[in-house]
């Protein structure tokens, strides 16, 4: 029998009675006389690979930096979708609670956002990019709402309610969308405040003006005494697939080789890196939903290998916009005091959109059509495509893990996580901490680096308590008390977690709880229900009480 111990059963066992040990009062103070600035950086729909630090052949050399010198999580947990997720990074609870259990609502009251709340502190707040936390009105006639989608009819009617928007909720400034879908180069429900932009610029690019705003708010922010709050929210890589041509051809020849390839090449590195070990994290098959690649066309190759690339320029774009803002940082000499928090809102996305509507434009500014369909191959990721990468590139992009977006399988609800702090973070540079977390999280972690409890009301509005955690002491290389169980659901699918074990299931068949033991299958590829029908009973009961509390009903 082999004796090799893992490094997670390591970890574990070093760990293992230990008591959690919380930041210090001496410390606590230090920080509240000196208190960082905080960055929080989120990216659309990227997989949990995609990012060269986390295993990815994307050129991500700036993300990739401040994880060699900081600190990379690899059990950090989101809510599988873009709203959900971003309402509970906002306020620290779960989405059920706050108004966003679905996508297309607005964030409510009883959740108080972490601009609201360092405001209330004396930072400075600003926010650029993908709100996506207001209620999205549809107009009653379709054309005129195609129309108002493609920046041809304009109904004289705000993008959703203006008391929801960012600037209503905490932050001084926002520039950025209101809607969670855009056309890369020409976005729809943009604003900067309160106010529509009516045109964009020529060459315009989403992404880059994200990067160009955060970096103006960075030098404006930093002429202040006080410390500042900057949530900087990409659209990218959600689709459409749009790139700019020069970062698209840095990956032509990049994935001829198919998903397949492309998710044991990431594995492999993986396990190179120590971020996962195969006896404990084996590789799943990839799901291609019966598209396998060696059963494509030379022409079917090919168009698949443009959407990864696509999919790639979208990504390394996001990194270079990374780059620019720690740039700027250092500029500003900001840099020491400021924590960057890196990470996604779920995991890579499955969807090729087929049509127009809703939030999907059908037309350029200009006239011109959209193809939804039979897109050429050299006009694939310009502004008259749409579509997206489709379930296999989203499982090679999700590697090692099963399934994706939407899904609360770990490929669905698991997000890299990179923190970097020079002056804060001291467990190592380079460390990967395997200790458990979720975005929940980072509210409760912004509010003790700014020294100061959650409230009880705010504006008159009385507030729901915290979900979340602080991760400081893990900033600190210590250890911390963590979550004994966390909760997931999202359009049906849903998932429980109680230590090691996890009961999950998938959104079309939410009555089929399958169980996983996440100590030895990281990866939920050996279904454990049928063996521990009471483990299966207790954790249902436990997943019941929660959806109840929360306002799912239970059932």
């Known amino acids: 029998m082999s004796t090799k111990i893992t490094r997670r059963q390591f970890l574990r066992r070093t760990l293992a009675g230990s008591a959690a040990t919380l930041i210090s009062p001496a410390l606590l103070s230090a920080r509240q006389t000196d208190r960082p600035n905080i960055v929080l950086i989120m990216a659309d729909d990227m997989g949990f690979s995609d990012v ?12 990739d930096r401040l994880a060699a010198e900081g600190l990379r999580f690899t059990q950090f947990y989101n809510c599988a979708r873009c709203c959900p997720t971003r309402a509970s990074l906002m306020t620290g609870q779960y989405p059920h609670k706050v108004g966003l259990a679905r996508n297309g609502r607005s964030l409510t009251h009883n959740g108080v956002t972490i601009a609201e709340a360092l405001k209330q502190t004396g ?29 041809q009819h304009d109904p004289g009617r705000p993008f959703g309610p203006p008391q929801t928007y960012p600037v209503s909720r905490g932050f001084d400034r926002h520039y950025g969308i209101i809607w969670g ?3 890369h180069f020409d976005p729809f429900s943009l604003v900067e405040g309160a106010e529509p932009i009516k045109a964009v610029p020529k060459d315009y690019y989403f992404t880059d003006a994200i990067t160009d705003k955060a970096v103006e708010d960075i030098r404006e922010l930093s002429r202040s005494d006080r410390p500042f709050f900057l949530y900087v929210a990409h659209a990218a890589p959600h689709w459409p697939l749009h790139a700019r041509p ?6 032509k020849d990049t994935y001829t080789g198919g998903w397949d390839k492309l998710r044991r090449d ?29 059963r494509l066309s030379d022409e079917e190759k090919a168009f698949q290998a443009r959407k990864m690339a696509v999919h790639a320029a979208m990504v390394d774009r996001v990194d270079q916009s990374v780059g620019k803002i720690v740039r700027a940082l250092e500029a500003t000499g900001q840099m020491d005091n400021t924590l960057i928090l890196f990470l996604a809102d779920n995991g890579a996305s499955p969807e090729v959109p087929q049509r127009p509507g809703y939030d999907r434009t059908g037309q350029t500014r200009d006239g011109r059509q959209v193809k939804y369909r039979g897109i050429p191959l050299d006009e694939l990721g310009s502004e008259t495509s749409y579509t997206g990468i489709g379930t296999p590139w989203a499982s090679a992009s999700n590697t090692p893990f099963r399934y994706w977006k939407q899904e609360s399988f770990e490929g669905g609800c698991h997000t890299p996580l990179i923190v970097h702090w020079p002056k804060g973070v001291r467990a190592k540079g380079g460390s990967v901490t395997e200790e458990l977390g979720h975005v929940i999280d980072i509210m409760p972690t912004c509010l003790e680096l700014a020294g100061v409890p959650y409230p009880d009301t705010l504006g008159g509005h009385q507030l729901t308590p915290l979900d979340g955690r602080s991760l400081v002491p893990l900033l600190d290389g210590k250890s911390r008390v963590g979550h004994e169980k966390l909760f997931f659901e999202h359009v049906g699918g849903r998932a429980v977690r109680m230590g090691d074990w996890k009961l999950v299931a998938y959104s079309d068949t939410p009555e089929k709880w399958e169980l996983y033991d996440l100590a030895n299958d990281r990866t939920e590829t050996r279904d454990l229900a049928g063996a521990h029908p009471q483990r299966v009973e207790e954790m249902t009961a436990e997943w019941q009480a929660w959806a109840k509390r929360v306002g799912l009903g239970g059932d």
């Not at 990431?266 to 690649?293: C, H, N, S, V």
């Open 52 to 63: 060269g630090c986390f295993g990815g052949e994307i050129r991500t050399p700036n993300v």
């Open 123 to 151: 930072y400075n707040t600003a926010m650029v990019g993908k709100w996506h936390l207001s209620f999205t009105p549809v107009l009653e006639d379709g054309k005129l709402h195609q129309k108002w989608l493609d920046h």
């Open 181 to 183: 879908v855009v056309d």
């Open 246 to 251: 020069e970062d698209i051809a840095r990956y």
């Open 266 to 294: 990431r594995y492999e590195r993986q396990l190179k890196m120590g971020l996962f070990d195969d006896d404990d994290t084996p590789l799943p098959p990839i799901q291609d939903r019966g598209k396998k690649w060696d």
